[in-house]
């Protein structure tokens, strides 16, 4: 079945129907209109202060979702439509649109035995051909990193982390490099081999390079990528613990903004860099109260083992000094005081006023909404320790998330401008506008739209 997208002040609606004959009201922006020539959607006016391109995609998905539910295969809908829909730049109304669009139709079915979802396709008619991929490629992206997150973790495991990324870029202009656990040893990624060390499978890091032009800035992602997450020794609490195999959202963030920025050929100088490890527990597991020593000299004394985020982006960030960075950022799944402070639709970024500013900036257009978050010096005393330079979980229960950045402070390389986001509140959602029941994919957008500001 085909559909339609109008607007309300289309002559149809005023000859044809009336408000008796909308059979479905789905939100205050749009309803679904049965009409002589079939269904169609109507876009409603907008309020002011709803003039936004979030507003766009969350609208966008949730008709692609409804009219999906009621079996249209097929919508058309004329670009003059978008354009006159909200009082906002055409390309960027279209564009959003389209992305909404697509990650409205997102969904996880690949272990339900019964997939009779139908995802309907949206056909733009008009000019703007570019605007409309650039949506799609976004949408892609996101799509990616939710299908990283989403997979279960004896499928995507640090062992077949790598081999999924190698399938994914083969074919791009991202140049992927694995290293082995002995590799690891080599370079003396300590913090990684410790956490890793209890898990059936080795640890990995992997680098994803796309290089368009040497004469910008390198920026250097680190993500976060623990396959699954049991809190070591330290065991998490009863609960129904399967979305830790989210634990490795900030490294599904890091490489769907790799896709996102090579797909759109953004001229940007980048390097993703992935620390890879599961969590887990047997009789080689790494236990309270050892000790690491960092490759730059730092020593670390684990005083509980699901504090272990940190511990592995300490490797990350050393490494993206040794590759000189001019800018990094750390994205990871890391503190549940995050969601205590923020909830479920807000990260917290912590670092340079400038980068804060432009974070959150950035999230505000694009959807991956975040929030700045301080860094209290005075807190440093937290994480003293008695046998190591410091320990890796705060002595004190208060400020986890600014504790936990402080630690990882302890890291950033010299002569770098550094922010780290902390995505444990919005790594997963209910199904709303352009979400569904899964992972969110949050800051595949933000990373790469970031990644382009500071290379302009």
């Known amino acids: 079945m085909k559909a339609q997208i109008i607007l309300e002040t289309d002559k149809r609606i005023?000859?044809?129907?009336?408000?008796?004959?909308?059979?479905?009201?789905?939100?205050?922006?749009?309803v679904t209109v049965t009409l002589s020539e079939g269904v169609v959607a109507v876009l409603k006016s907008v309020e002011e202060k709803k003039k936004t391109t979030e507003h766009v995609r969350m609208t966008a998905g949730s008709i692609a979702r409804h009219l999906?539910?009621?079996?249209?295969?097929?919508?058309?809908?004329?670009?003059?439509?978008?354009?006159?829909?909200?009082?906002?730049?055409?390309?960027?109304?279209?564009?959003?649109?389209?992305?909404?669009?697509?990650l409205g139709n997102y969904s996880f079915n690949t272990y339900q035995s019964k997939k009779d979802t139908i995802k309907p396709t949206l056909s733009v008619k008009g000019d703007g051909s570019e605007i409309v991929k650039a949506g799609e490629i976004r949408a892609d992206a996101t799509a990616f990193a939710r299908d990283l997150m989403n997979e279960l973790s004896n499928v995507l495991n640090p062992e077949t982390f790598p081999t999924r990324l190698q399938e994914e870029f083969k074919d791009s202009a991202v140049e992927v490099t694995v290293f082995d656990k002995a590799e690891l040893e080599k370079r003396e990624m300590n913090g990684v081999l410790t956490v890793g060390q209890g898990s059936q499978y080795e640890p990995r890091f992997v680098e994803l390079k796309y290089c368009s032009d040497s004469?910008?800035?390198?920026?250097?992602?680190?993500?976060?990528?623990?396959?699954?997450?049991?809190?070591?020794?330290?065991?998490?609490?009863?609960?129904?613990?399967?979305?830790?195999?989210?634990?490795?959202?900030?490294?599904?963030?890091?490489?769907?903004?790799?896709?996102?920025?090579s797909?759109?050929?953004?001229?940007?100088?980048?390097?993703?860099?992935?620390?890879?490890?599961?969590?887990?527990?047997?009789?080689?597991?790494?236990?309270?109260?050892?000790?690491?020593?960092?490759?730059?000299?730092?020593?670390?004394q684990i005083g509980n083992t699901d504090a272990e985020?940190?511990?592995?982006?300490?490797?990350?960030?050393?490494?993206?000094?040794?590759?000189?960075?001019?800018?990094?950022?750390?994205?990871?799944?890391?503190?549940?005081?995050?969601?205590?402070?923020?909830?479920?639709?807000?990260?917290?970024?912590?670092?340079?006023?400038?980068?804060?500013?432009?974070?959150?900036?950035?999230?505000?257009?694009?959807?991956?909404?975040n929030w700045p978050m301080p860094l209290v010096d005075a807190y440093e005393s937290y994480l003293k320790s008695s046998y190591a330079d410091i320990c890796n979980i705060s002595n004190k229960g208060e400020a986890g998330s600014i504790t936990a950045a402080l630690f990882l402070r302890h890291f950033v390389p010299e002569n770098t401008k550094w922010a780290h986001v902390d995505i444990a509140g919005v790594m997963e959602s209910t199904e709303n506008g352009y979400y569904a029941n899964s992972a969110t994919g949050f800051g595949t957008r933000l990373l790469a739209d970031f990644t382009v500001r500071v290379s302009e």
């Open 215 to 261: 004469s910008k800035p390198l920026v250097a992602l680190v993500g976060k990528g623990v396959t699954f997450d049991t809190g070591g020794i330290s065991l998490k609490g009863s609960r129904n613990l399967s979305d830790m195999r989210m634990d490795m959202g900030g490294a599904a963030a890091v490489s769907g903004a790799m896709k996102l920025l």
């Open 263 to 300: 797909e759109s050929e953004a001229k940007v100088n980048v390097v993703a860099l992935i620390p890879m490890v599961e969590n887990n527990i047997d009789q080689s597991s790494v236990l309270p109260g050892e000790v690491i020593k960092y490759k730059n000299g730092k020593t670390v």
């Open 68 to 102: 999906g539910k009621q079996k249209v295969t097929e919508v058309e809908v004329e670009q003059s439509v978008l354009n006159e829909y909200v009082d906002l730049a055409d390309d960027q109304v279209v564009t959003a649109f389209v992305e909404g669009w697509n």
């Open 309 to 369: 985020g940190r511990l592995i982006l300490a490797d990350g960030l050393i490494r993206a000094g040794e590759l000189e960075a001019d800018y990094v950022v750390d994205i990871a799944t890391l503190t549940g005081a995050i969601w205590a402070a923020l909830g479920s639709k807000m990260a917290g970024v912590f670092g340079e006023q400038e980068l804060l500013n432009l974070m959150k900036d950035i999230g505000d257009e694009n959807g991956d909404f």
């Open 14 to 30: 005023q000859e044809q129907a009336v408000l008796k004959d909308y059979v479905a009201k789905q939100s205050g922006d749009y």
